[in-house]
């Protein structure tokens, strides 16, 4: 375990949930990135070892300053929040509040009660941004190029994995109607007959609510005879997510709703072209026509029409691919977005 002097922390990062999420994995691949410029660790109850950290307990016990006098709490859930108010106004440490909010709908009103308790907010794009009553600096997501990267040998890697060869098109997140993956299904149906070369792969799990829904999606599936062809995987490490990028050849972010979606630069990162909805921050990320393209929520039929005019000019998938890292590396790399998340905690610290 990568654990921290926590007399010497200026920063926290809380993480309070235990299954993967987005904002599990923005905590997990900036803290490391964070630590090179400034004494910062994440708490909570499952972080992996190569995270500088400190465990929930070491909390309750933390010297009342820290080296700067006040420290940075930075959460990203109401939850989170809640731990923050409460370690700085029932235990007495000295903590400056700071709030990223990725919501594109209007906040409960408890949300709103916690917002305006913070030193800071900050806003993962624009469109977030104009939801929010609070005044909010913008500063976009970003990756990991060091480890999000294109794939050396495909074809071995996709061996590796056990995956078929051909044209591979991905679908990765959590199973549930918000993030449209029934869209994705319903939208691979005719490109895979169409496309007999083709696979579709679906990544992610389904919580229980959610788990009738997923097994409605297999059962269409197998009605069109196309069970070996349209494969839904187990959920897999962060840390592992790059390798199920390099292996495809087209991702596709089928989204009803997002806050920011990171998923659409991983692929980028990865030299992957992206055909996404206009959700989120998925304007702002995939450069239409240039490293994919992009469709309107809930449009199947478009997203189905997109997905096939892509497969259908591999030349332009191609032109595509060789874009899409490039364009990550300029605007959405991790390091520009740990710098200018420290200089924030530097101003709250000074």
């Known amino acids: 375990m990568s654990s921290v002097d926590i007399r010497k922390l200026q920063v926290i990062a809380p993480n309070f ?100 308790r913070m030193d800071a907010v900050v806003a993962t794009s624009e469109r977030t941004n104009s939801y929010l009553e609070h ?28 995956l078929p060869d051909g044209v591979l098109i991905g679908c990765y997140g959590r199973i549930r109607a918000q993030k449209g993956t029934d869209a994705f299904v319903d939208a691979m149906i005719p490109v895979l007959h169409a496309h007999p070369e083709a696979h579709a792969l679906v990544m992610g799990r389904a919580t229980d609510k959610h788990r009738a829904f997923e097994q409605s999606l297999k059962d269409r599936v197998a009605a069109e005879g196309l069970s070996d062809r349209l494969l839904f995987l187990p959920e897999v490490p962060v840390e592992d997510m790059a390798d199920w990028y390099r292996v495809l050849d087209l991702y596709v972010a089928p989204q009803r709703w997002e806050g920011f979606g990171l998923t659409p630069i991983e692929a980028m990162a990865c030299g992957i072209p992206v055909i ?33 005019a892509a497969l259908d000019a591999p030349e332009t998938l191609a032109r595509w691919a060789d874009n899409s890292r490039p364009h990550i590396a300029e605007k959405f790399s991790i390091e520009r977005e740990a710098t200018d998340l420290v200089r924030l905690y530097r101003r709250l610290l000074a």
């Open 276 to 308: 996404a909805t206009r959700v989120g921050a998925f304007d702002a990320l995939v450069v239409e026509g240039e490293t994919g393209t992009l469709v309107d929520p809930d449009d199947i039929p478009a997203l189905a029409e997109a997905t096939q």
């Open 135 to 162: 005044p909010a600096q913008v500063i976009m997501h970003g990756i990991d190029l060091d480890d999000y990267t294109p794939a050396q040998d495909r074809a071995a890697l996709r061996g590796r994995l056990g």
């Open 17 to 116: 949930k235990k299954r993967l999420s987005g904002v599990t994995a923005t905590v997990v691949r900036l803290v490391p990135v964070q630590s090179r410029s400034i004494a910062i660790a994440a708490t909570g109850p499952v972080i992996p070892p190569h995270v500088p950290q400190i465990p929930l307990t070491a909390l309750l016990t933390m010297p009342r300053s820290g080296p700067d006098g006040h420290r940075v709490w930075h959460a990203r859930r109401n939850v989170e929040m809640i731990g923050g108010l409460a370690l700085k106004y029932l235990l007495g440490k000295r903590l400056k509040l700071v709030f990223t909010s990725a919501s594109q709908r209007k906040q409960s009103g408890l949300t709103r009660w916690l917002i305006r």
